[in-house]
Nanobody
Framework: VQLQAYGGGLVQAGGSLRLSCAAS????????MGWFRQAPGKEREFVAA????????TYVDSVQGRFTISRDNANKMVYLQMNSLKPEDTAVYYC???????????????????WGRGTQVTVSS
């Protein structure tokens, strides 16, 4: 599976952005998909994950209620709708795919099988 994230940019605090992640390869619908981010000088952190069929999602507390992850298995796409953006959301955002049968979303995203190239999100105050 190859992943490519895009849709980042510069936005003012309080604004919105929608990130997209395009996947290529087989069996996309078999993978748990997730978003991570890495701010300058900080470690990469988990942001959100979505189950194979899209029926279950989970988020890091700092984005709960502001971000929404979704997927389109027919078109091999994953999205991250980001609303009410804050300067602390500034980071490079990455999409990832994980495959761990029987594991929770969080457990699966602890060791993703595939990573995409990131897209920069900058939120100005």
């Amino acid at each position: 599976v190859q992943l490519q994230a895009y849709g980042g940019g510069l936005v003012q605090a309080g604004g919105s952005l929608r990130l997209s992640c395009a996947a290529s390869g087989q069996f996309f619908s078999s993978y748990v998909m997730g978003w991570f981010r890495q701010a300058p000088g900080k470690e990469r952190e988990f942001v959100a994950a979505i189950s194979k069929g899209g029926g279950a999602t989970t988020y890091v507390d700092s984005v709960q209620g502001r971000f929404t992850i979704s997927r389109d298995n027919a078109n091999k796409m994953v999205y991250l709708q980001m609303n009410s953006l804050k300067p602390e959301d500034t980071a490079v955002y990455y999409c990832a795919a994980g495959l761990r049968p029987g594991a929770t979303l969080i457990a699966t995203m602890k060791t993703p099988n595939y990573w995409g190239r990131g897209t920069q999100v900058t939120v100005s105050s």
